[in-house]
């Protein structure tokens, strides 16, 4: 019992490096802005586009490689890479550097979240996955609020820089600690069903396709992904330029809500899920549906208000939101795939969510800015703007969640049911 929850402990505090180290560039997206001379379709470019784009080339093989070796050693060595990597951000001296930092910030991110998916999985049964994964997600929050009040704090004090070489180096630390004190578990050893050999990728595609709960759960989180963290990338540079507050101040807005709504958010949605009537998935897709939906209306009034007291209260409704989908999903996913398909499902499922906040919302709001400003260039209005046409679409993520509800019991007995034959089809 004692291993078990050291390990979701441990994974919890990778993926809060792994969020801190990506959204880091969100609170000082307006410092990098004026010191680079960048538009906002620029910035939002050099900060996300590259990022999100080499995740997702290198995300599947790296997934696929998880599925088939050794997911501990995998997690170790991409921990390093990152956290390496966010260091050299706050080397950078030139577009250039930062650009190539960041591409390597975002080929190490690849070997985080599916092989920790996939090694928690192994250490809890499939009605508790949901919950555990709640847990895990518990590293989202602390991340964000490393990103936002931390990463603020320092780089008023020290400028940019300084904040991407204060969260760098101790993942490197971290990266040790795992490769001492965490072993590699059993594949499959939690379920009904025995392990087998790695299916091909073709299949485990084929599998995915198939099941249409895991499409729409997948739709739905990157959604989730596009309507809330698109959001965020831009609000501290919503906050300077609407509010008039430095890098800190605006980092300090958000920072506390990320930890205390974040987490109250996350272990909330973790203890419901680890309720017995909360036992039937389509219980918790509902949950979500309903979470979603009645928080896109704070979202859209935040962007809307000119009042600072009135933002803060509406972010304060908004912001948690961003959270307490994000174990669910991944614990969802987990049951819709075969043992040896749970880190290729996390992988597809983060490949979606990837190029939802990090390509299309960044590139897009940034680009609607410059649009909206004209030949005056991009000021708080424009801003103000673009991320209005956004905050709606957190209705889209809540259709997903009701699809997937239709067959999710279905498809997690068609998962419990998979078994892998000699010529690579399921049965």
Request: proline share 5%.
């Given at each position: 019992?004692?291993?078990?929850?050291?390990?979701?402990?441990?994974?919890?505090?990778?993926?809060?490096?792994?969020?801190?180290?990506?959204?880091?560039?969100?609170?000082?997206?307006?410092?990098?802005?004026?010191?680079?001379?960048?538009?906002?379709?620029?910035?939002?470019?050099?900060?996300?586009?590259?990022?999100?784009?080499?995740?997702?080339?290198?995300?599947?093989?790296?997934?696929?490689?998880?599925?088939?070796?050794?997911?501990?050693?995998?997690?170790?060595?991409?921990?390093?890479?990152?956290?390496?990597?966010?260091a050299l951000c706050g080397l950078s001296r030139n577009y250039w550097q930062f650009l190539a930092a960041r591409i390597g910030v975002g080929i190490g991110e690849t070997g985080g979240t599916p092989p920790a998916n996939s090694i928690i999985a192994?250490?809890?049964?499939?009605?508790?996955?949901?919950?555990?994964?709640?847990?895990?997600?518990?590293?989202?929050?602390?991340?964000?609020?490393?990103?936002?009040?931390?990463?603020?704090?320092?780089?008023?004090?020290?400028?940019?820089?300084?904040?991407?070489?204060?969260?760098?180096?101790?993942?490197?630390?971290?990266?040790?600690?795992?490769?001492?004190?965490?072993?590699?578990?059993?594949?499959?050893?939690?379920?009904?069903?025995?392990?087998?050999?790695?299916?091909?990728?073709?299949?485990?595609?084929?599998?995915?396709?198939?099941?249409?709960?895991?499409?729409?759960?997948?739709?739905?989180?990157?959604?989730?992904?596009?309507?809330?963290?698109?959001?965020?990338?831009?609000t501290p540079a919503f906050l300077m330029r609407s509010y008039q507050l430095d890098v800190g101040e605006a980092g300090a807005v958000t920072g506390n809500i990320h930890l205390v709504g974040g987490i109250i958010a996350t272990a909330g949605t973790?203890?419901?899920?680890?309720?017995?009537?909360?036992?039937?998935?389509?219980?918790?897709?509902?949950?979500?549906?309903?979470?979603?939906?009645?928080?896109?209306?704070?979202?859209?009034?935040?962007?809307?208000?000119?009042?600072?007291?009135?933002?803060?209260?509406?972010?304060?409704?908004?912001?948690?939101?961003?959270?307490?989908?994000?174990?669910?999903?991944?614990?969802?996913?987990?049951?819709?795939?075969?043992?040896?398909?749970?880190?290729?499902?996390?992988?597809?499922?983060?490949?979606?969510?990837?190029?939802?906040?990090?390509?299309?919302?960044?590139?897009?709001?940034?680009?609607?800015?410059?649009?909206?400003?004209?030949?005056?260039?991009?000021?708080?209005?424009?801003?103000?703007?673009?991320?209005?046409?956004?905050?709606?679409?957190?209705?889209?993520?809540?259709?997903?969640?009701?699809?997937?509800s239709r067959s999710i019991i279905a498809d997690q007995k068609r998962a419990i049911g998979y078994v892998t034959i000699q010529d690579g089809t399921a049965a």
């Amino acid at each position: 019992m004692a291993e078990r929850w050291y390990v979701v402990i441990i994974m919890c505090l990778v993926y809060a490096v792994s969020i801190a180290d990506r959204y880091v560039v969100s609170t000082l997206l307006e410092p990098i802005r004026l010191d680079l001379k960048l538009t906002d379709g620029g910035v939002g470019f050099l900060t996300g586009v590259p990022l999100g784009l080499f995740y997702v080339s290198f995300g599947i093989p790296m997934s696929w490689l998880a599925d088939r070796r050794n997911r501990r050693n995998i997690l170790v060595a991409s921990l390093i890479v990152w956290s390496g990597f966010t260091a050299l951000c706050g080397l950078s001296r030139n577009y250039w550097q930062f650009l190539a930092a960041r591409i390597g910030v975002g080929i190490g991110e690849t070997g985080g979240t599916p092989p920790a998916n996939s090694i928690i999985a192994d250490y809890f049964p499939a009605d508790r996955r949901p919950m555990a994964l709640g847990v895990f997600a518990l590293g989202a929050p602390i991340g964000a609020w490393l990103g936002a009040n931390v990463a603020g704090a320092v780089a008023h004090a020290y400028g940019w820089r300084a904040a991407f070489l204060a969260l760098g180096i101790p993942g490197v630390i971290m990266g040790t600690i795992i490769y001492l004190t965490i072993r590699e578990p059993k594949r499959g050893r939690m379920d009904a069903v025995a392990d087998t050999g790695a299916p091909p990728l073709l299949e485990s595609l084929r599998f995915l396709w198939r099941q249409k709960a895991a499409f729409h759960v997948v739709m739905a989180s990157g959604v989730c992904a596009l309507w809330g963290w698109g959001l965020i990338w831009f609000t501290p540079a919503f906050l300077m330029r609407s509010y008039q507050l430095d890098v800190g101040e605006a980092g300090a807005v958000t920072g506390n809500i990320h930890l205390v709504g974040g987490i109250i958010a996350t272990a909330g949605t973790a203890w419901i899920l680890s309720r017995p009537a909360m036992a039937d998935p389509r219980r918790v897709v509902w949950l979500l549906a309903a979470g979603v939906g009645l928080t896109t209306i704070p979202s859209f009034i935040a962007y809307w208000t000119h009042s600072l007291w009135t933002a803060k209260l509406m972010f304060w409704l908004f912001i948690p939101a961003i959270y307490f989908y994000i174990g669910p999903c991944m614990g969802l996913m987990q049951n819709l795939a075969p043992p040896r398909m749970r880190a290729m499902f996390t992988a597809w499922s983060l490949v979606v969510g990837n190029v939802f906040n990090l390509i299309i919302a960044p590139q897009g709001v940034g680009l609607l800015s410059d649009w909206f400003a004209g030949s005056g260039g991009a000021d708080a209005a424009s801003l103000r703007m673009a991320l209005l046409v956004l905050a709606p679409t957190g209705f889209w993520a809540v259709y997903h969640f009701y699809m997937a509800s239709r067959s999710i019991i279905a498809d997690q007995k068609r998962a419990i049911g998979y078994v892998t034959i000699q010529d690579g089809t399921a049965a």
